[in-house]
């Protein structure tokens, strides 16, 4: 008896419009056919009146009278009686004994490119799918880590069963139609051209390339578009770009003509699940520029030219260095074919077969290394507090699983900082006190190179994966701005929490995943931010002393740019919240009622935003007048907020004045703590 007895596949895919999925599912399913001895069956389910694709081992059942969703949902749940393999992203709900392929995340993290009502629907089926399917597969690891960023799923259990090559060997230039009249005109008015290929998917970003077009036409390059229509760009745009060719939809024979004699694949997506089209080019011989993003790292390795999906120059750059190295140009082309060896659909449908058999199978290929890593640099401000911040520093360096490329502690006086000052992996910077102006000191003498900055407070401890997650989500994520972790204890909101407590603490917490929360205002004892964005923005330092929303002030501002601003339960740590080194409770009461009102006013909060925080701020402060608790001084902060009340109903917005007014803080005082 077979082990397949009672399988089938999910063959919707055989009456849809043949995309980037349905490619994989046919070619998945070829591969499984050959896999299949003679007394072994694996049927493929699909609706009435679907064309027979003549599989020698998959035989094709049509059942049902009608298709689409409808039909995958009554019909193909009703009809299979054992597991099921679904690989086009959707399964029958009710359905648990089965295997689904979700190929990416993108109707999460690239919703604008998808309608209202497909959205809908797919951000609704896919956590179902996800919590009652037996396995869950995908095809790259950057496409498991997104996937285990907005639905309920480890990326531990996820299979990555990637997009082969071998499909792209049985194309024939030979038999072009189209494509050889196209490139001959070309070469005869002495011209070369890229290859890109036509998506409405705003997040395929074919925009980069019009942004380039007039470069690369001085340097006598074309760009061919092959597929879609011209309605992938405004016709007033097409009429501004002359080198900028729309060839429409093309045969696979057409495709291969125009990568074996194009100077370069051009793939600027801001997300992919895979990108078959790199792994198509390589097969055929033809260099990649690519997108330094998402899957495009995992999938091109070291075999391609990769950029921001956000910087046309660099592209520029790229294409003009392999118009002028044919050296370059045949490196590209072996290192090509080397890496497609990492993606065969034997492979793939090897490791389907063992999911049918045992879904709990662990298929997680090795990782195909990745041509870029950012750059990263940590920033600590401090004051006062030496030990405290030489504990965590030390800490930081000798357990974070990526070390930072530059660690920058910001202080007032070199005493601040104890004997890290005679630390070679530590940059020390001195001046002017107060957050804002110590973070932007910071950034000041950051190296020119740096992608992405991580502020921490002196008093938090990372766990040994915080930079780790961070740069992998930077690098998967282009449009990710800003992020901040998951804190698990934070001691601000009591007495504090002591080091070693807190390294206690950091052992003994449950693992909590990689969700990621959206959108979310940095919290800045723990935050990070890409460079790139944060351009020449800086703190805020009217918002004085160890300010108070300076870091929604930040995020605020950059938000304005456009982007996304996470918190990831992955990058989680401790934040001790020291006592001693901290602002007086009359000058933070001051700050509660003046910083909000000041950033309303620049337009960095709203008026909801403040009502909140001043509402929240003044009725805990006065509510627990009677009942203060030893660690927290609300008598002066009471007294600060009745002093910024009265500045705001006279019209003085002027959050500086806080560090004008008393440095005394009786709380300080009974602790043995030090007042700023």
Known sequence: MSSFEHCAINGRFLTQNATGVQRYAMNVVKAL??????????????????????????????????????????????????????????????????????????????????????????????????????RIATVSHASARQLARYLPVRQQDIAVLPNGHEHALEWDAGLAKVAPQIVSAISARGRQFVLALASRAQHKNLGLLMKAAEALDDLDIDIVVAGGSA????????????????????????????????????????????????????????????????????????????????????????????????????????????????????????????????????????????????????????????????????????????????????????????????DPEVTIVAGKAGLAAQRNRALANLPARTDVVVFFDDDFVAHRNWLASALCAFRDESRLVGLTGHVIADGIKGPGI??????????????????????????????????????????????????????????????????????????????MGVKSGRVSGERLGYSQIVNPLYMMRKGTMTLAQVADQVLRNITSNFGRLLWAEPFIDRRGRVKGNLMGLADVLRGRLEPERAARLPVFDALALRTGGKAK
């Open 498 to 575: 002591p080091f070693d407590e807190a390294l206690r603490l950091l052992d003994r917490a449950p693992p909590r995943g990689s969700r990621w929360h959206e959108p979310y205002s940095p919290y800045g004892c723990n935050m990070a931010f890409r460079m790139s964005a944060i351009g020449e923005a800086r703190f805020d330092e009217r918002l004085v002393l160890y300010g108070w929303l300076e870091d929604r002030d930040f995020a605020a501002a950059l938000a304005r740019q456009g982007g996304r601003f996470v918190k990831s339960d992955e990058a989680c740590g401790v934040h």
């Open 33 to 134: 056919d050959r896999t299949f001895g003679h007394d072994e069956c694996l049927p493929i389910i699909a609706p009435a009146g679907t064309p027979d694709p003549g599989f020698a081992q998959l035989p094709l059942v049509t059942s049902g009278g009608f298709g689409g969703h409808a039909w995958e949902q009554a019909v193909l749940a009703r009809t299979c009686q054992g597991p099921l393999l679904n690989l086009c992203n959707s399964a029958p709900v009710l359905k648990k004994d089965q295997i689904v392929c979700i190929h990416d995340a993108n109707i999460f993290a690239a919703p604008e490119s998808y309608g209202r009502a497909f959205r809908m629907a797919y951000s609704r089926l896919h956590p179902l799918l996800v919590r009652r399917s037996a």
């Open 231 to 422: 309605g992938i760009f405004a016709s007033d745009l097409l009429e501004k770009r002359p080198n900028l060719l729309l060839v429409g939809r093309v045969s696979d024979d057409d495709l291969a003509y125009f990568l074996k004699h194009a100077l370069c694949l051009a793939f600027p997506s801001i997300t992919e699940g895979f990108g078959l089209p790199i792994v198509e080019a390589m097969a055929l011989g033809c260099p990649v520029v690519a997108s330094d993003c998402a899957s495009m790292p995992e999938v091109c390795g070291t075999a391609a030219l990769m950029a921001s999906p956000f910087q046309p120059e660099a592209w520029i750059r790229h294409v003009a260095a392999l118009k002028g190295s044919d050296l370059l140009k045949g490196e590209l082309r072996g290192r090509g074919l080397e890496q497609v060896r990492n993606f065969s659909w034997a492979n793939t449908a090897a490791g389907y077969r063992e999911l049918l058999q045992d879904p709990a199978k662990g298929l997680v290929p090795a990782r195909s290394s990745n041509s870029t890593e950012l750059s990263l640099a940590v920033v600590i401000a401090t004051r006062g507090r030496p030990a405290v911040v030489g504990a965590t520093v030390r800490h930081l360096l000798a357990t974070q699983t990526v070390r930072p490329d530059t660690l920058v502690v910001s202080c007032v006086d070199t005493s601040d900082v104890g004997d890290l000052v005679s």
